[in-house]
């Protein structure tokens, strides 16, 4: 039968029955075929899906870019900023590198800003602050400076910042310098609208962040700082200024912000316009420069192939569009990566949860050639272009996925994969749900089987999720607490095995504790289509909220959604692999543990908890689905 | 036939007046402050004083036909004022933000944006036969026309969103002057804190000036440098007394300007008229009985030029003055410093006795804390009077006032507390008397709740957020009898009142970009549903017998 007539018999009715049973048999007909088919339904959303993921650097599902709110105009301004301003900043580098040199404590460097600010006649003040994190106390000051523009109300404010830790790691002194020689630049003119903030924080982001939760009356528990000496308004942009080097070549822009949160797309978008336009300066994303690879040469072993080898060498790997696939991929790669691990990329991303605009501009290490000239001109004129705003920003993205500067793919292009997935994950859920709800029964006296119904152990199912998510919170819990902290500081993965070993194979065991039933239907299944609920209901509405977290969880459902009830200790073992607690085995995973535990107790990015209480359960339950035996 | 009769009797009435006004006298004063920190405040004062109420405001309700005739005082001011029966008013439109650290404490009102308020005859009162033109119906009409009148004079959006603005405080803003007792007036108050206003144009106002901007020191009212400064205000008020027979009335128009010497000049903080002006006076304005100059001379040592004719003290503060009463020549008066560069590091400012801070913290939605902080710098406790008027949807939760002085929390520094709740349009208006220790910081905090509002009440920059009017803080005489509302507050022009700075509020925003997607996605919704619900509906539900399918399981 071709498909076609397979399909018209299954809408058509046979002969010769009243229309409404017709109608019901029809129905009922259409229901059996989909639950026939779901398994490949389910396949298909996660083939897609994963296709999907490789097809979004594609340039024909990205846009380009361009300025939504028309009252920006970036780049159609004179700008002032000339050599006497890079002779300004170039003494207070003097100053801050003889700073340096002497190893001046926070207290000192913050007096010494202050100092500059009240020299160019700005008020100014500085604030210490300490976070008490379960690893060490985070200490340090910050200075700030509130110039009044003339003639405003000082309702709304922009902020021009430089952290003293570049995003690199090295002393930000020339980034420093540049907000010095700006303070003093930018206050001999009037046509400010909103009144200007110039902060030099302490730290890398732990700075900045204590800044602003002073500012907006927020009090986190860890932190204890200084109430700030002066008031300013409604900050609705912000810049941070970040240039380790002694000269630089690109403009990097980084713009992730803590838990996934993304500045809107009309600052980045000025941004790269007025780099390249009137700073004369190539912009890129990141610290990727946007130069395609080099031609990979034809490796030893594809030789033999010869005429095959070459065309495919010379045809798909070094073909220019897979390149540039490559190069949009790494870009998209790096921001997904960043907006997953709930990670800030820059000092900018804890601007983000006070609902400002910002971004850091990164300048590029390198020999040359560009200096505090070109660094100037550009932030004068970004900051010329955001004077002009009378809102907020709001009319561009706050959704999306930047494949190139200036190109990039909006939230409808990549949603799809992880939503498929998601679906695909509901699908094998439901399939299992139904069928638990029914067993095949023989009758001897008929020779026939039949198909009852039998209760489902629905509670149980969720009580295993629950009772493992409990366990999660409580390591959670434990991985917060001091009693942690001395387990990242060891230098070997061997003291850590037991704790490795107790957290990766004991709790799916908790199972084992569950009272006796007498129900018929099997316990694994159930186990797995919660699973597979909670998947679906996470990476679902994550999807919508942060893109690449959801992505993530949906690229984990699909290994667990292929673990098959009751399968044995083999699956068990191949699960641990997945488990994020055998990161503590290496020293790099033991890094990011680290700095996920920093990241929660000072700033508040999310990984750790999720982690604990998402990631972790998620495994285990996978785990225990293997060890039911019912 | 009549015209040219009546033509001539206009004629003959004029010509007296065109010698020395009889009842009307004009002064013109400007003052000039250097400031520690290298800026110069020129506050412009011009007074008019007219003491024959027939030609001035209508304090005789009964004389309100009579026709009106005034050589100095601007009709189109005393018109509005006696067709609105206004013996006081006040209105200022300033930009900037007056920083009272650097700036000191000046009298007048330095609130950001538009203020104004009146004591308007209550129109309740019995009046003359009909009401003026233009005036509305009921409660507050007055004030509406006034308002209307005044936003026309001078070209300033007063009269938008009146409703929302206007209060009438019970125990602030006490008249300057006094009123005319054989009717009852009321109060009005009403501020814009946005800049949406019109304030950069002098125009209208010079327009009201009997020599307009030729002579005298109007001729340094020059916009371009005007507008170009730190911060500038203008401001009318009328306030009347019953000092003489049928009572006076004076009308005193003010411009302020802080201009940035240093600014300018790349690093000097020299000014002459000539440098912040880019013009001098050439010739003094006939009409004004006085015409006066005062330098207030700095502690440190300077160089004025060139020397005044007198020198006056007054407060410890030494003044020049200088006579512009009868210029021959250009004048032009500067300061000069021996320095090469002003340095702002050297600069040492004295805080004033009274700073208030305001902030409001919290997130965009949910609950907000009005955080207020009242500094007494003085040595000696003070009584002051604390207004705050915020729009109707944040709300104010009283029972979460909480009172600390230096950290320690104490209920007892609160004397009185008056509060009118928010009524959508209208305003929440709270005023608090408090008792301020010496030498002390007390922090007022209360939770305020942020309203959702329709979105046909989102201004057009709805993004932008709302902004909030200033905080205004009365000193109050400390020893006053018990009931506050008799104290007489205010007094001369505005003496010692301080204004917080306005705040911005974001409230929960809609997209407005997004109504047709609502519009498509809840048709969708909407057609779905009737689907189903008309289904069920016309459905006949009856019981079906169905043949045993062959071969197929229910599920797979």
Redesign the interface.
Known sequence: MSPLSRLKALFQAPPGDDRHVIRLQRQRRIYTRVGRISPYLQLACYVIGILWIFATPLAELGKSTYVDENALQPGQVNTYWEWAEVHAADRYLEGLEALKNSNATSQEKAGWLKDKFLEMGIPSGTQEYTFATSLEDVHGVNTYAFHSSPRTSGAEAVVVSASWTSLTGDPNLRGVATVLALAGFLRRYTHWAKDLVFVISDGHQDGMQAFLSTYHGFNPSTLSAEPLTLDGGVIWTALAIDYPGHSFSHLGLFFEGLNGRLPNQDLLVCAQIIGRWTGGVPVILHNTVDELRQDLPIPQWVRWTAAVGDWVWKEIVNRRAVKEWEYRAQNMAEQAAWMASGRASGMHGVFHQFRIDAITLFARPSMGPHGFHSLGKLTESLLRTMNNLLERLHASFFFYLLSSPASFLKIGSYLPCSVLIGVGCLIGGLRAYVNLGWERWYSEKLDDTKWIKRPRRLMEGVGTVLSLVCIGAGVYAYADSRLFAPLLAAKSALPLLPVVLILTLLPPFVVLLRPNSASPAPLAPMVKACMLFSLALLITPLSVLNFPLSLFLALLAIPLSLVQPSSGILPFLALESLNPVMLLLLQSGRDAIRIAVWDWQVLGAYALPLACVIWLPLVWIGQAICIIQE | MHLPLALLLLLLHTIPALGTPQNEQFEEHLTLRPLP??KVHAQFRFITTVSDPLKGVPFDLADREEALHTTLLPLSLTQLLRTYYTPELHLSLN???W?P?RWGQPGGALR??AEMWAWVTDSRAPSGEGEGEGEGEGEGGRWQGLTNGLAGLFCASLSSQMEQRTTSPRLAFRPEGDLPSYTPHKLYHASH???SICTENLTPFLKLLPCKSRAGIAQLLNPHRA??????GMGVHVRWSNSSAGGETEVRMEVGVVF?P??VS?GKREWSLKSLFDRTITRSCPAASSSVLTVQLPEEMHELLPQPAKMLSSDGVFEAVYDLGSVGEEMDVGMRWLEDRF???TVRYTPPELII???L????TGLS?L?VILSNTRAEPRRVLYVETLPWFISLFLHTLQTEVDGVARDDIIQSISYLPPVSPKPTLLEITLLLPASSEVHLTMQAEKGFIRYTEHQP?????W?LPAAVVFPLPLNASSSPAKVAIGGGEGEGRIYS??????LP?P?F?MPYNVIIMSSTLVALFFGSVFNCLTRRF?V????A?KG?????
């Open positions: 920190d290298g930009a900037g933000k920083d650290l950001t944006g804190p946005s800049e507008f170009d400064a730190d911060w500038h940035d240093v600014r790349g340095d702002y590091a801070r305001r902030a913290k919290g997130g965009s804390e955080s920059d709805a993004s932008r957020g902004d700075s306005t705040l911005l509020v974001d925003t997209d970009s009856v079906l017998r169905m043949p399918e197929k399981g229910k599920a797979s």
